[in-house]
């Protein structure tokens, strides 16, 4: 189906942005805000005082999903507040809204069995397809389709209204600007049909009545809760402060352990000019990369401001240093970091730098960084949480493909916390936690799965590099049979192992082979038997004796 080119907007998606329908909330039905106030300790609105790129997981055991609970009614809500004990569980943002249309969870439909799913009736034989299945469907069409849809029925409606469709359609069909305008509708609406008043769009939306949906819920329910205090209370990193560049090579590089450096960018000029203000001023109208669309920073401070969604935009630019030369020369690599083979390539390395800043709740989900590379990230403001994971173990709810070319995991990274952080909790080798605040460096060593959570608005500088305590898994990863799909950061994937090797022969000479001679006498020596060993009859469990 061809999308709309015309500019003049079309008077079914006016009727639905402007909140004209037969199907509105009757008055007496409860807000979900009052629906959501209990589980007080469940799902508590915090006071005010104080202070579809990726597939989401299916396979949530049901014990463990808190959507699966029944929502109390106003009554239950009053008696909370009057100071009843309470379930312990999840608090909503200061500044959480209700959900937009009234969506409950599936949960609450089974505890109210006089209640008849809208869901269902609205969609007519569609209603055996999943949610998942509904919205992949829904995503074929253009604005001015989803506007004709969502009048057929209160189901469509809030189908046709699910907020990740049309920010997909904005990014996917970007041309100019992006002036974020509090919803991604109303953003497609002002840059698709600029005549059109889009202050008169109604933000809240019309409410339906009786419509469950887990999938639909969560999306709502990711984006506004607040990160529970067990998640942050783990903080089992090794920290150091004043090292020396040996004893980092001898206990964190070599080992590949990750550590917590303190007080290593003391002196960059970053970490007391970098702010908005300053910011916004030095870079003017130049244009960072925030996923898959240019923003410059004036325009995605807005965004940031307005938006609450479960997968923030953030920017990650890899051409920043480029873009503005003062930005790459108000910090420096700290000493630890220095010897970085790439740089043999010269310009043609691959990517291996970026500028990251993100709001509260932005961040990024498991992964294992690109090349068989390590990394250090430096948080010049703000504060994130770091959870990671040695090479060979998987993440809970993580699902790798078997080549290692795609991962599998919840949309949101408050998902992965609320269905799988605990399973955790009970693991032998448990998961590398932080909280990593400005001032202070984490070192991220070569193929450890790491997630990275912004507690606040967080500008941080990363750096990819190799060394030559990794260099021989670099080569490695670079040579593998399927390099043309894993190696990133280059466009010249297929050639980079032969141009990276001779590289380093030419400006090294024997180093590669002095690091695989290395290599081979540690292999040597953790197979040697040690003197227990040599004197016990390991299938007798006894001492040897000679005569």
């Not at 339906?208 to 783990?234: G, H, I, T």
């Not at 082979?513 to 040597?524: R, S, V």
Request: overall charge neutral; some cysteine.
């Amino acid at each position: 189906m061809c999308r709309q080119s015309s500019k003049t907007l079309p008077c079914c998606l006016c009727l639905v942005v402007s909140g004209f329908s037969s199907e509105a909330k009757p008055s007496g039905m409860l807000s979900f805000k009052s629906l959501l106030s209990k589980r007080t300790k469940a799902i508590t609105k915090k006071k005010k005082n104080k202070s579809r790129n990726k597939i989401r997981s299916n396979t949530v055991p049901t014990k463990q999903n808190p959507i699966c609970e029944k929502f109390p009614d106003e009554e239950e809500m009053e008696e909370a507040e009057d100071g009843d004990e309470v379930e312990e569980g999840f608090n909503l943002k200061a500044s959480a809204p209700s959900h937009t249309h009234g969506v409950q969870p599936l949960g609450n439909l089974y505890l109210n069995p006089g209640s008849v799913n809208s869901r269902n009736t609205g969609l007519g034989n569609l209603q055996t397809l999943t949610d998942e299945l509904v919205l992949e469907i829904l995503a074929f069409l253009a604005g001015t389709h989803l506007g004709v849809l969502a009048n057929v029925s209160k189901s469509f409606y809030i189908f046709a209204n699910h907020e990740p469709l049309w920010r997909n359609l904005v990014l996917e069909n970007l041309n100019g600007r992006l002036l974020y305008n509090g919803t991604w509708k109303s953003t497609y609406i002002a840059a698709h049909y600029p005549s059109f008043d889009v202050s008169n769009v109604s933000v809240s939306g019309l409410r339906v009545r009786d419509f469950y949906s887990d999938y639909l819920f969560q999306s709502w329910l990711c984006a506004n809760l607040e990160m529970k205090p067990e998640w942050l209370e783990r903080d089992n990193i090794i920290r150091r402060r004043g090292i020396s560049v040996e004893e980092f090579i001898s206990d964190f590089e070599e080992p590949n352990k990750p550590v917590l450096l303190e007080g290593c960018m003391d002196n960059w000029v970053a970490l007391e000019k970098w702010d908005r203000d300053y910011l916004v001023k030095l870079c003017g109208d130049v244009q960072f990369a925030a996923g898959p669309v240019e923003m410059n920073l004036e325009d995605y401070f807005r965004y940031a401001d307005q938006a609450r969604e479960e997968r923030p935009l953030y920017i990650f630019d890899p051409k920043f240093g480029e873009k503005v030369a003062m930005l790459g020369s108000e910090y420096e690599v700290p000493v630890y970091f220095r010897e970085d083979l790439f740089n043999v390539l010269g310009n043609e390395r691959p990517d291996y730098r970026w500028i990251i800043i993100g709001p509260a709740g932005s961040g990024s989900s498991f992964h294992i960084d690109p090349n068989s590379t390590s990394a250090w990230n430096a948080v010049i403001k703000g504060s994130k949480k770091w959870v990671l994971f040695p090479p060979d173990v998987v993440p809970p709810g993580v699902h790798p493909s078997p080549d290692g070319a795609e991962v599998a995991c919840p949309v949101s990274i408050i998902e992965w916390f609320m269905n799988f952080y605990g399973a955790t909790k009970t693991w032998k080798r448990k998961p590398i936690e932080c909280i990593c605040k400005a001032g202070e460096v984490i070192f991220v060593p070569n193929g450890w799965w790491h997630l990275v959570f912004n507690l606040e608005e967080s500008i941080a500088i990363t750096q990819n590099y190799a060394s030559r305590s990794n260099l021989l898994n670099v080569l490695d990863f670079l040579k593998m049979p399927n390099a043309n799909t894993l190696v990133s950061g280059t466009r010249d994937r297929v050639n980079l192992y032969d141009k990276f090797r001779k590289a380093i022969e030419t400006s090294l000479p024997g180093t590669i082979d002095k690091l695989l001679q290395k290599a081979e006498e540690k292999k040597a020596q953790q197979s040697k038997p040690s003197f227990w060993d040599t004197v016990t009859d390991s299938k007798a469990g006894a001492f040897k004796f000679s005569f």
